[in-house]
């Protein structure tokens, strides 16, 4: 039997088993996908001794992205640029990691339509490690200008070293200004998910073609996409990215690229609306 896993501290909340098990299913695989719980202190051992292990590999999720990428060899040239890793995989005697966030961001963006993003402009909100791999995503796609507001504008700077002049920081308090001719605005902030606090921001001056996403996926309709939708932009939730961003490391492992469809989204929404329920 094929095996894999995620691995965080904690990980308990991860949706990982749900997709990858559903495909499993769905494809007639032998194989399993299951959380391993591994505190900081435990992951170089982990990783060390992942490759004579019953899996076939992992996914990385929080804290460990960072640290993870110094303990396998980077997979491709992004993974390098990025300095973290989501995905672990096995080739030739060697652990490879690479990053698939940026790929299921922009998969799930454009599934939404035919959306045009070279030479316009982004306005990203937050810098912290999903922004990152957007950022990165988005430069691939030729993006003209990507405004970053972070709370830190030095986190805004750093992602400009990475990744060029394309990338305009601008502090927090400055995000409504920033929104003029923006063709796609992205939350990449916790703010507005289950338990944390509201994302502050005033669309007028959004244009009114832009689309709008969030990252959040629980709940799955943020205040932000409501707020956005009620003035006509399209919208883009983060469940889509979640499930894009599994479809390469399931394809690594099990050797079968997997489709995301209606079914696998209305099972892992269903899920998250549970959690909903008072």
Not at 32 to 56: K, N, Q
Not at 197 to 218: K, N, Q
């Amino acid at each position: 039997m094929k095996k894999a896993c995620v691995i965080g501290w904690p990980v308990s909340h991860s949706r990982s088993p749900l997709i990858h098990n559903y495909w499993l299913r769905l494809y007639g695989i032998a194989g399993e996908y299951v959380r391993v719980p591994v505190e900081t202190a435990g992951l170089e051992r982990f990783i060390a001794e992942l490759a004579a292990s019953e899996y076939l590999g992992c996914n990385v999720t929080i804290p460990h992205k960072e640290r993870a990428f110094q303990l396998v060899t980077p997979a491709d040239d992004m993974t390098k640029r990025l300095g973290v890793v989501n995905t672990i995989y096995r080739s030739d005697g060697r652990l490879l990691g690479t990053s698939t966030d940026g790929e299921g961001f922009i998969a799930n963006l454009t599934s939404a339509g035919d959306l045009k993003l070279k030479d316009r402009k982004a306005v990203i909100l937050g810098a912290g490690g999903a922004a990152m791999a957007i950022v990165g995503a988005l430069v691939d796609q030729g993006m003209g200008e990507i405004a970053v507001a972070n709370r830190t504008l030095e986190r805004s700077g750093q992602l400009r070293e990475k990744f060029g002049s394309a990338i305009k920081p601008v502090p927090w308090q400055n995000r409504n200004e920033a929104l003029s001719e923006c063709a796609v605005l992205v939350n990449a902030t916790s703010l507005g998910m289950k338990g944390q606090p509201p994302l502050d921001i005033d669309l007028s001056r959004l244009p009114a073609a832009a689309v709008v996403t969030d990252i959040v996926y629980s709940p799955l309709r943020t205040a932000l996409l409501s707020d956005a939708a009620r003035r006509g932009h399209p919208t883009v939730n983060g469940l889509g990215m979640l499930l894009h961003q599994a479809v390469r490391g399931f394809e690594l492992w099990f050797g079968k690229r997997p489709e995301v469809t209606p079914a696998l989204y209305d099972l892992i929404a269903r899920d998250i609306d549970a959690d909903h329920t008072p």
